[in-house]
């Protein structure tokens, strides 16, 4: 730890890097998504260790293919860094080397866009060998197609004495060691997932339930209480990367639970790919649990975005679905004035009529809950238990009698 300052505050010894993040406003992308993507961003640069100083944004038609931003703004971007001690640009948007390149030369400071800026939040949260491999594989595979640009400035290798060789360019010896590399992980990540395979049979018939969302919703909390572990939980980005697997036994029915990864918008797809053995507890489920935040603005986008990762991973369409709203202590809205008739905005919903669409919309396969407070989670257990019973009934059908007869004996008490 540091020295106390004026304010008695403890700083660490660390200081941390001060950002300014840099959005674009587009036809496609219009300035309310603009400035979500951009809150979202920061959030992600707080993950990261960074502390963001300000946010420019620029309207225009497309991103410019030298700056991605105009002229203008980049002189702007590189005044403000030059006069206020930034180390970092981040842009909300991933960027070809050249963009990297000419910013970098008109700042004079590090340069991240969003994918980059998530594969350092990765690294940084990867803690067994399995999730290091999976962030090292979607590094490379990241930096790959941006070697040509990186090393711009090496030269063919000249000929003569002790320099006699293939001659070949400095980009194509690191592209061929880059691609090696990729191999290599590959090869240990499908040895590694036949492993997890025979771990995964290994577990015999028992239902499995896997616990999916955006990331920060809760689902490690949730993932705790439900098992009465100790998963790693933290309200940050990407808290976990590593997917646990826990028996749970609810009344007289045990099943597994997994806390996967948590999904994100603009998640490249190579980094998607790359934690395959992660994704693949999803597709062997027979239950998922999709965890939302509910006290979150858009919250509904964040559904839409987990359930097209989903379909685009694994045929989420043919399992049982249960969705969970987490965060319900922390949901708030603003009643509306009655002389006001402008549209009804997203906060000014009471959750009880979110409760009452989902409710009809789930045909009752949801539920409203706050992990941390331990709020309503009877209500989750016993629809667990109902959709895990099913799954169960229809392996073991011989032990449906006893399922009934303890029903019938709870009843009776």
């Not at 858009?298 to 097209?308: D, H």
């Not at 539920?367 to 019973?389: G, P, T």
Request: aromatic letters at 8%; one cysteine or more; glycine letters at 4%.
């Amino acid at each position: 730890m540091g020295l106390l300052d004026d304010n008695k505050r403890t700083v660490s010894t660390v200081e941390q890097e001060r950002a300014v993040l840099v959005g674009l406003i587009t036809p496609q992308q219009p300035e309310n998504k603009a400035r979500e993507y951009l809150a979202e961003l920061e959030f992600l640069a707080e993950t990261a260790g960074a502390v963001t100083v300000k946010t420019f944004m620029q309207r225009c038609n497309e991103p410019n293919r030298a700056t991605f931003v105009g002229k203008g703004k980049l002189e702007e971007i590189a005044h403000y860094v030059d006069e206020n001690n930034i180390q970092l640009v981040i842009f909300d948007d991933d960027l070809s080397p050249k963009q990297v390149s000419n910013v970098e030369r008109e700042t004079h400071v590090k340069v991240l866009d969003r994918t980059s800026l998530i594969l350092d939040i990765f690294a940084k949260r990867a803690q067994t060998a399995n999730a290091k491999m999976q962030v090292e594989l979607a590094q490379y595979q990241y930096l790959l197609p941006r070697l040509t640009g990186m090393w711009t400035h090496l030269e063919r290798q000249r000929g003569g004495i002790g320099m006699r060789g293939p001659g070949e360019e400095q980009i194509e010896t690191d592209r061929r060691i880059v691609k090696t590399k990729i191999s290599l992980l590959k090869q240990k990540l499908a040895d590694w997932d036949k492993q997890k395979v025979i771990q995964r049979k290994n577990r015999g018939k028992l239902t499995r339930i896997a616990l999916v969302g955006y990331t920060n919703v809760g689902k490690s909390t949730l993932m705790n209480v439900l098992s009465k572990s100790e998963v790693f939980a933290e309200n940050k980005l990407f808290a976990t990367l590593d997917t646990t697997v826990r028996k749970v036994v609810i009344e007289n029915l045990p099943f597994l639970l997994t806390d996967t990864v948590g999904f994100i918008r603009k998640l490249p797809t190579h980094l998607v790919e790359s934690f395959k053995t992660t994704l693949d507890e999803v597709r062997d489920s027979d239950i998922l649990v999709h965890v939302v935040d509910v006290s979150h603005p858009q919250f509904e986008e964040q559904i839409e975005v987990v359930n097209r990762t989903l379909h685009e991973v694994c045929d989420a369409a043919n399992k049982e679905l249960i969705m969970v709203f987490n965060k319900i202590d922390q949901f708030s809205h603003v009643p509306k004035d009655e002389d006001d008739l402008t549209p009804r905005q997203h906060e000014n919903i009471p959750l009880e009529e979110f409760e009452q669409t989902w409710m009809a919309r789930m045909a009752g396969n949801c539920v409203f809950i706050s992990a941390k407070r331990q709020l309503n989670i009877d209500a989750l257990k016993q629809l667990l238990y109902e959709k895990a019973r099913i799954v169960h009934t229809q392996r073991f059908p011989y032990n449906d009698f006893l399922y009934q007869t303890y029903d019938i004996d709870t009843n009776d008490n």
